[in-house]
């Protein structure tokens, strides 16, 4: 494919969704050229357009719990206030069922035909790299410097995810059904520690007595887990929501903006936002390295014979890593 910088930055400039699309290919290959060609592409974006900050919304929550539904409705509020929408869906289960590509065009269905949103279901990554393609952080900073006000990263917490995720959102929302108070054990700490808003969809009908339950154990989890000393008090939000009928909807978001104004008032927006750099820096090294260790052929070839050795049970696991450590002191520098 050829890819003409120039070009395509203005035709993005020019809301030209075809051109945008592409380049999101091209932000997520893994070839070389591309990867450069992105960069200049990133560069000639920041001199053409007028660049915003995007409010990056991490959405996670297991599979049914209704992440695509209220993106769907959160989304038509957001376009119809005037605001520009990306919506990425990073969902690993799709390479397993192929399916759920197609029920999320039809359950966004209003949404997608909308000339402000733009909906794409993102590649995915092998399980270890957590499930998000490796490009993903680079496409959430396409779409915000294509102009896009909010950009909406739904995951379904599969592998990795939602650190990776929790990595490139502002605000990161864990989405759960009533009931899900049976799964607060079984949760991830992880998630309990990186959560702006937990919203307890469903809560509608037959089931709003059991949300308020899962409500106020969720409340109560968290008030013991913590509280961020630089977000306001009642932060993480826990709140009710009906995405089918809309209500709590508005409310959420409200909450949403309030942090994000908290946040960008007292400086932390910025810091968080460099610390997640900072993470993702580290994290590229390490992957760098890696690639280019397992590109070299005698580390790969003493790499194999030791694995043949450790599953033999001839050497323990840590004698062999300890000995490619030696080999790559000796043998690199
Ligand atoms: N009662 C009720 N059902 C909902 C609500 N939101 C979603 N659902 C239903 O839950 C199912 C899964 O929704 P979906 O958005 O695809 O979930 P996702 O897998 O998390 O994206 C669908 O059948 C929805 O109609 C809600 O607020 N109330
Ligand atoms: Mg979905």
Known sequence: MEFDIDQIAQQIKGNDRRAFARAITLVESSNLDHQQLSLQLFQKLKCVKNYNQAIRLGIT???GVGKSTFIDKLGLELVNRGLKLAVLAVDPSSQITGGSIL????????????????????????????????RTPEVVHLCELAGFDVVIIETTGVGQTDYQVSLMSDIFTLLISPGGGD????IKRGILEKVDMVLINKADGDLLPLARQTRSEYQSALHLFRHRNHDPIGYP????????????IENSWQDIINLCNWRKDNGTWDSIRRNQD??????????????????NHSVENFVAQLKKEVIQG????????????????????
């Open 237 to 248: 939000k826990v709140n009710l929501l009906s995405a089918i009928s809309g209500s709590g």
């Open 103 to 134: 029920g999320d065009k039809t359950r966004m269905a209003e949404l997608s035909k909308h000339k402000s949103a733009f909906i794409r279901p993102l590649s995915t990554g092998p399980v270890n790299s957590g499930g998000v393609s490796r």
């Open 61 to 63: 929550g297991t599979p």
């Open 314 to 333: 001839e050497k323990l696991p840590i004698q062999a890593a300890l000995m490619v450590s030696e080999y790559l002191k000796k043998n690199l520098t």
């Open 278 to 295: 900072v993470e993702r820096f580290q994290f590229e090294i390490r992957q760098e390295v890696l690639g280019l260790l397992t590109a």
């Open 183 to 186: 799964e607060l054990q079984g």
